[in-house]
DNA sequence: TAGATTGTTAATCGATTAACAATC
DNA sequence: TAGATTGTTAATCGATTAACAATC
């Protein structure tokens, strides 16, 4: 790619919100926008959006705007949507078999291809259409099909061992559920945690700070 | 509350993962801890620690530190944890199903009380004891029961119309699932969007930014 | 051309870090 | 008391916003 060095995460976190609007937009027909009228729609400043976009290139038109196709699959190939990465989920509990079934992993740049659970009894179980493994068939697995992303829905306790594992089977990014706080250990190593229980608590004040 | 006057968002979602740690150090049996070490362990500076905790009132002492125990319940009571507030699922899905079984839900600050679908089908299905109820009994529930907080684990689509719908039964909080972009109309509504694809999107970008 | 809107630099704002006097 | 560590003020850093010249 090209400009993108040190791109802040504040700037990264908001792409796929572009990406979401910039979607909507061209399935309502809208061919161009100014980063005025997305700021409004999107509840930030002008100088924000174009700040953030140019952080990857000059994708505007003075005295025109942006055309919004255009600029949803830039940003599309900018967030690398177009080259999948392949995924395995460990855990295949109430979570694990919600997020199989429920996220749309191929439009979001990921290939789902195999899950794992520890309990004999789901083995063979089919969840979207791929039966759920054994965890005893983790390496083997790994080694035939190197998968690059693992998605952790397992219970606090096995995700540490758990992790390191996977990081010894080539697994370079983690999308963790587990109430276990995974840090990336190595550089080359990404961690995306997802608390749901931390934006439950923060729900809880937020909501109980009203009435103060 | 004390002093929790215009405390940042930034401080507001770190006591959630500060909640998680000091319980953890509780069970392991440690009874003081200082702010440089629970530094370390979290992975921030001593400084950002003892500044956000400032913010709520004076929990340490010079020369010791702070008494895990107490300080845990301390960070608990601020988040509201102590003062449940009464939450209902809308859409009983693979997600609003894994969402009610999977969350401790009472030991985060709230009571599911109800948990509703549109879909005939549905109806009385037992998910975590509570019976799926059909949206079309929704009015009469929340005028009976009057739930705080709506969990929304619905289509896109319906998301708008609904969340209007819950506002004028008396709804003060919203944890989002849904793909829509949920925004507090009212100042008196708050909402915690939750997009699992953004975060996924996220994931995308940085472990392909590794290799760049 | 005149009007609109970008790309980009400069100013502001807020959050994080450093420093240190207060005090247990 | 001496040592440790807080609470808090001041300095720094980074992110957001404002301004405007460039240009379609």
Chains 1, 2 share one sequence.
Not at 108 to 131: C, T, W, Y
Request: hydrophobic content about 40%; some cysteine.
């Amino acid at each position: 790619m090209n400009k993108r060095d040190n791109i802040s995460i504040s700037v990264i976190k908001r792409l796929p919100r572009y990406y979401r609007f910039l979607g909507d937009l061209h399935v309502k027909g809208i061919v161009r926008i100014s980063s005025k009228e997305l700021s409004e729609r999107m509840g930030l400043t002008a100088s924000q959006i174009r700040q953030d976009l140019n952080c990857f290139g000059g994708f505007g038109q003075q005295g025109y705007g942006y055309n919004v196709e255009q600029l949803h699959s830039e940003i599309g190939n900018i967030l690398g949507l177009t080259r999948p990465l392949k995924a395995i989920i460990v855990g295949a509990g109430n979570l694990g078999r919600a997020l199989a079934s429920h996220m749309d992993f191929e439009s979001r740049g990921f290939h789902l291809i195999g899950i794992f659970d520890n309990r004999e009894s789901m083995a063979g179980q089919l969840v979207k259409g791929l039966p759920v493994r054994h965890i005893y068939g983790l390496d083997e697995f790994c080694r035939e099909n190197s998968p690059e992303i693992a998605i952790l829905s397992i219970p606090r306790d096995s995700a540490r061992t758990l992790s390191e594992q996977l990081i010894g089977l080539g697994i370079k990014g983690f999308w963790n559920f587990s109430h276990y706080d995974l840090r990336p250990v190595f550089p080359d190593i990404v961690v995306e945690n997802v608390h749901l229980s931390d934006s439950l608590m923060t729900l809880c004040y937020r909501v109980h700070d009203l009435s103060d």
